[in-house]
C-alpha cells in the first residue's frame, strides 16, 4: 500500500510541477525552505542533537495560533526536551520562526522517506504532536517505527473532508493505526473519526484549543493606528480579516454603503494568503477607493478609506481597534475561518453563511444570540445597523466575549494526556538530566 502510495505522490508531484515552477516565478518567496522539504535538515536544527524532542506540527497561521499556548505550556512542562516545530506554508513559517526562534522552526518534509528520515534521525523525537488532520501516510509510519509517540490535537473531520475520508475508509483505517491519541475538539469530530478508520479506544474529546488562546500582547501598530484614526476623527472602524479571493468586491461595495452615511469610516482589510496583497491591492484601485498599505503607511493621519494589512501575524491584534469585525472566507463557498479573535477582543461578529469549516464554534455562538450570519445581498444593511445601533453593538460583542470564557480548558486537558504519552520517557531524561548534574555538567536550558 504504502509504495503505491508513494508512487501515486511522485507522479502528482511531477504532474504538479509546471504549475508550482509558474507559482514560483510570480512569488519569488513560494521556493523558500524546498531542501528543507527535501530532506536537508537546517543547521540551526543541530544544537536540538543532544536532547530527544518533541515535535509539533502546525500546517499554517491559523493551526499554529491554536497551538501556540500548548507549545509554551510543553516547553515549561517539559524542560529536559527541545521542541521544534514544523509548518507548511511560508506564512506559518514566518510567524513560527517570530514566536519560536528560527533555529527552533523549520519546515516540514514532503511525504517521502529520503526526505522525513534525516529530520527523525537527528531530532529523535519521543512525541510528535500534529495540530487537527495532517495525515501524511509515510510520516505517521516512519515516525512510529522510530520510537516515537504520536498525537493529533485539535482534531477536526471538517463537512467538506469528510465523504473523501469515508470513500477511503479501507486506506485510513490502516493509515491511523500508528497514530496513539486523537484529541478531537467536539464529539462530532470524534464520531467522525471513528466512522473513517481511527481505533476508538484512542479518540477522546479534549474541546478547541482555539478557545484558549491568550490575547495578544499590545502592538505597535495598535497604538499608532488608534493615534492616527483619533487625529482624523475617523470611524467607525470595520475590520475585515482573513478575505478571499472573491469576498473583496462584496466587501467594497457593502462598504461604500457604509461610507455614504459615515464618510470617515475605516476599513482595516486583512487578506488570508500573502501572495494576495498586491492583487487585492490592484483591485482597490481600479476601483478608485482611497486606501493606504500597512508596509508603506507613515503614521500619517486615515481617514475615509480602506486600511489593507500586507504583513503576516497582526490581525489578532488589530480586531481590537474594530468597531465591527468580518471574518472572511464565508461569503463566498470557501468554509469560512476562525471567529475566535475577535470574539476575545468583545468586537461584534458578522460571517457569511458558508461556515463549514467552523460549523460547531459558529453554531455555538448562534445560540447564544453572538454572531450574526448574513449573505451578501444583506451584508450591507447589517454594517449599517450595527454602526448606528451602540447598545446592539456592544451587547452583540459582549455575549461573543462571554461565550468564549465558557468554553475555555483544553489547553490543560490536552497537556495531561500528552504527559500521559511521554511519562515512561520523561523519567528517563529527567534521570540523565539529574546525573549529568550531578557529574558537574549543568541540564541544558530549553532551547
Known amino acids: 500500500m504504502y509504495l503505491v502510495y508513494s508512487a501515486l505522490l511522485g507522479v502528482v508531484l511531477v504532474l504538479g510541477l509546471p504549475y508550482w515552477l509558474f507559482r514560483t516565478l510570480r512569488h519569488s518567496k513560494r521556493h523558500i525552505g524546498l531542501a528543507e522539504r527535501l530532506g536537508k535538515v537546517p543547521d540551526g536544527l543541530a544544537r536540538h542533537r543532544s536532547r530527544p524532542a518533541i515535535w509539533v506540527h502546525a500546517v499554517s497561521v491559523g493551526e499554529l495560533i491554536a497551538v501556540s499556548d500548548l507549545i509554551t505550556a510543553l516547553t515549561r512542562r517539559f524542560p529536559g526536551y527541545s521542541l521544534v516545530v514544523s509548518t507548511t506554508t511560508a506564512a506559518g513559517q514566518t510567524l513560527a520562526r517570530s514566536r519560536f526562534g528560527r533555529n527552533s522552526v523549520f519546515y516540514f518534509p514532503l511525504d517521502f522517506k529520503f526526505a522525513i528520515r534525516p529530520y527523525l534521525q537527528i531530532l529523535r523525537p519521543e512525541l510528535i504532536v500534529i495540530a487537527e488532520t495532517e495525515f501524511w501516510p509515510n510520516f505517521l509510519r516512519l515516525a512510529h517505527q522510530s520510537g516515537a509517540r504520536i498525537a ?127 492583487e487585492v491591492a490592484q483591485l482597490l484601485a481600479q476601483l478608485g477607493i482611497r486606501f493606504w498599505r500597512r508596509s508603506l503607511w507613515n503614521g500619517d493621519p486615515i481617514s475615509g478609506g480602506v486600511l489593507l494589512i500586507d504583513s503576516i501575524g497582526e490581525l489578532a491584534s488589530l480586531y481590537a481597534l474594530g468597531d465591527v469585525a468580518f471574518v472572511g472566507g464565508s461569503l463566498v463557498p470557501k468554509g469560512g475561518h476562525n471567529i475566535i479573535e475577535p470574539a476575545r477582543h468583545g468586537v461584534p461578529i458578522v460571517v457569511g453563511n458558508h461556515t463549514e469549516n467552523f460549523r460547531d464554534i459558529v453554531g455555538l455562538f448562534q445560540s447564544r444570540d453572538a454572531i450574526r450570519v448574513v449573505g451578501p445581498a444583506e451584508l450591507p444593511l447589517v454594517f449599517l445597523e450595527l454602526f448606528s445601533n451602540e447598545a446592539e453593538r456592544t451587547a452583540l460583542g459582549r455575549r461573543g466575549a462571554e461565550t468564549l470564557r465558557s468554553q475555555t480548558g483544553a489547553t490543560q486537558k490536552t497537556i495531561e494526556t500528552l504527559e500521559k504519552l511521554l511519562k515512561p520517557f520523561s523519567s528517563t531524561v529527567s534521570s540523565a538530566i539529574t546525573s549529568s548534574a550531578g557529574e558537574g555538567a549543568p541540564a541544558t536550558p530549553p532551547q
Open 152 to 278: 493529533i490535537v485539535n482534531a477536526r473531520i471538517s463537512d467538506r473532508s469528510y465523504p473523501g475520508y469515508r470513500r477511503f475508509r479501507r486506506f485510513w483505517t490502516r493509515v491511523l493505526q500508528p497514530i496513539d491519541i486523537f484529541l478531537t475538539q467536539t464529539e462530532e469530530d470524534r464520531r467522525r473519526l471513528a466512522n473513517i478508520g481511527a481505533p476508538v479506544e484512542r479518540i477522546e474529546v479534549s474541546g478547541n484549543l482555539k478557545f484558549d488562546v491568550s490575547l495578544p500582547p499590545p502592538t505597535a501598530i495598535v497604538s499608532s493606528l488608534r493615534s492616527a484614526f483619533q487625529q482624523a476623527q475617523a470611524g467607525p472602524v470595520l475590520v475585515c480579516g482573513s478575505t478571499v479571493d472573491g469576498e473583496e468586491p462584496l466587501l467594497m461595495r457593502a462598504f461604500e454603503n457604509v461610507l455614504a452615511s459615515h464618510p470617515r469610516a475605516i476599513m482595516i482589510l486583512a487578506p488570508r494568503r500573502l501572495e494576495r496583497f498586491d
